[in-house]
């Protein structure tokens, strides 16, 4: 209808409107990209399977083999069980949950390098060494409902957090919320200033520059113009001394670096992170820890349904079945089932034994993996609350260590686990080429420069984890030229003969629980369509 219906369209809105309702038509000017909907009036809304499904066609439901028991395989396990599928999850690690990893007291790993490491947190301390916030919009958010889930919010910007950037010669740092006041009142004055003096007359009437200029005011805290519209701080970049009783109205941060310091100093550079779409508060996280989410699904799934420590070496499909081997406890081991899917890491799936043709291949070894470190450092007290009134977010910096995050629970306690670093990349690889001890030695050193000797004496103990360096998984996500939907891809986005692939690779959301959801819904969906016809 696309192409030739432009003339009509309004013919057709009309009558679509006067059959079906308002709501009817807005859904379609939806569909028809006319209109701005909510998503799922764009996207047909899931429908898991059910066991209903098979009474009006005579069809069964099939077996089907999931490969790997990260997100994306155990939730297609979980929604084809809930029509009756006969499922079978291989994982190959002994854990299911993939990267989705919540490191306690008490737990060991052992990476490829085999360097072993077991975690000495106290009770109720955690890091989720994987994915850790959630966006509201997420699947991740409905699956903990389903699932019975509890979350909590997720500080993922804080005004009182920090920025430290030390290639700018820094050498104490600049709170979040002081570096959003320098750098949107200049912005603010520069445009002002700009507007006033007509050098966007071409773009805007008079009164759009009332407006605009009114706006600027209120957006950067700046004078008005008698002043010269200038920027000239205020109490938006904090107190030195905070507002008290009556008698202490308190001492508004000074020392206002002009606007070339502002701009010298790079702190304007982490300001839109907490505009983007995946990155904007709230965010969420599960009570106690990522892995509520998994252990959730592997419960609905039922433990007798996964095998763990089952380490696939070949999957060949034929005409009517599909036949997976694997290794297990020393042994080798065959599973057959009617279909199979592939949720294993494409980097894994690419070094295994299959028939599935040179395109799968191609597709599977153009996904490239990406390395992310994190290390969870507990302490004794916590100093971030108590010394300096942060609870919770992140402090940004330009150093190897990229971001140091506060935990969002267990506020006002004793004890807590501070993620010393997260980073990606080279920064990743050279923390993940040390020793555990030397991440540790590394990552407080650089976190001393921040917030003085508290860092390293109130420490109590440190783990670390890289997934480059994780056996079975060996990437942290992967990256994708010219997205999921590349031609490249095209292998990957459908049955290879029985056998299907899921996975975040797979999905507008890479590196994103919500895109491993997103691509198992596709998936169930057209497996249990294909059995239904
Ligand atoms: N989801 C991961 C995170 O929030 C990785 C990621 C970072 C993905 C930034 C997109 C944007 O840290």
Redesign the pocket.
Known sequence: MGQNFGTDRRAFLRAVGVTGGAGTMLATMGALGLAPTARAAEVPAYRAPSPGDFSLTGRAAASVVVVGGGIAGLTTAYELGKAGYDVTVLEARERTGGRNFTVRGGDTTTDTLGQRQTARFSRGQYLNAG???IAQWMLTMDYCRELGVPVEVFTNANADAYVFNAAAGMTAPVRHRTAKADVYGYVSELLAKATDQGALDAALTADDRERLLTFLRGFGSIGGRTDGWRYTGGGRRGYAEDPGAAGTPGTVLGDVPDVSEVFASGVGRYLS?EL?Y??AMLMFQPVGGMDRIPEALARAVGGRRIRTGAQVTDITGSADGVSVTYRSGGRTRRVTADYCVAALPPNILARTGHNLGAAVQTALEACVPSS?GKIGLEYRSRWWETGHGIYGGITETDLDLAHIWYPSHGFLGERGVVVGY?N?GAAADAYGALTPREREARAVAHGVRIHGDVYRTELASSFSHHWRQTPHVEA??HSLRGGPDAPVFAALNEPAGRVYFAGDHLSH????QHGAFASARKVVTQLHARVLA
Not at 509 to 512: G, L, P, S, T, V
């Open positions: 994915p850790a916030r992170f983007g995946d990155q992310a997260y990606t942290a996500w959301a890479i590196a994103w």
